[in-house]
């Protein structure tokens, strides 16, 4: 059974902080996507991270993803407050399998 | 263009009972998914159907679940008898069949059936 380790669970940072979320696992993956959850609402996708070592940015949002494609992480620069919410990490172990592998989650609060 | 949409939104029935839960994928889209996650765990995946057709359905925990596709459109999710257990939120999600190895299409995802047992 593949497993996800996410952390940390929870976060409380100042607005203007940096921070760093991180999502483990001794499987390799052969894609892992970063999920932003708001409630009541299903997962939304981020970024699919696919190729070991690459970096994705998205504004202020910097994915990467581990050489051996086991690890990733997702680092926000000067948070704001509207970027309180719910991260997921999930995985996709490939060879025709498309059920995805969810980390528990961070729940980001960025207070003002 | 439409997003996933699941029906009802909350569900609170009795242990029991039984419920089922509505998926309506995006338009096209050939790929269904059922996901849960009960309270302090993760999503946990359930089943995938292709069309009409079970992919794999190795998430379903016990045959207390139904799952179907009639006409590879809309899927329903029955829970019969229901169990405390069974409380939590359920997903679906739906995806393109973009026909591409080695190549997960993204997983486009409902608002989630919020589901208690009494």
């Known amino acids: 059974t593949q497993l996800l380790e996410q952390s940390p669970q929870f976060l409380s940072i100042q607005e203007g902080e940096n921070l760093t979320v991180y999502c483990n696992s001794s499987?390799?993956?052969?894609?892992l996507q970063w999920y932003r959850q708001e409630p009541g609402e299903g997962p939304v996708l981020l970024v699919t991270?696919?190729?070991?070592?690459e970096v994705k940015k998205l504004k202020r949002l910097t994915f990467q993803f581990g050489d051996a494609r086991k690890d990733s992480s997702l680092h926000i620069t000067a948070a704001q407050p509207g970027d309180t919410g719910l991260y997921l990490c999930?995985?996709?172990?490939?060879?025709?399998?498309?059920?995805?592998?969810f980390g528990k989650g961070t729940k980001l609060s960025v207070i003002p | 263009e439409a997003g996933v949409t699941q029906f009802p939104s909350h569900s609170v029935i009795e242990k029991g009972q039984t419920v089922t839960l509505r998926c309506d994928p995006i338009s096209g889209h050939d790929n269904l998914y059922w996901y849960r996650r009960v309270m302090g765990k993760e999503i946990k995946f359930l089943l995938h159907?292709?069309?009409?057709?079970?992919?794999?359905e190795s998430g379903m925990p016990n045959n207390r679940f139904l799952a179907e596709r009639t006409g590879g459109t809309y899927s329903t999710l029955k829970v019969q008898p229901a169990e405390l257990e069974d409380s939590g939120v359920y997903f679906c999600a739906s995806s393109l069949n973009s026909g591409l190895l080695f190549f997960t299409d993204t997983q486009y995802f409902g608002p989630g059936t919020r589901l208690t047992v009494l």
């Open positions: 991270v696919v190729t070991g070592g």
């Open positions: 999930a995985g996709d172990s490939g060879a025709g399998s498309y059920q995805l592998t």
């Open positions: 159907f292709v069309k009409e057709s079970k992919q794999d």
């Open positions: 499987s390799v993956f052969s894609s």
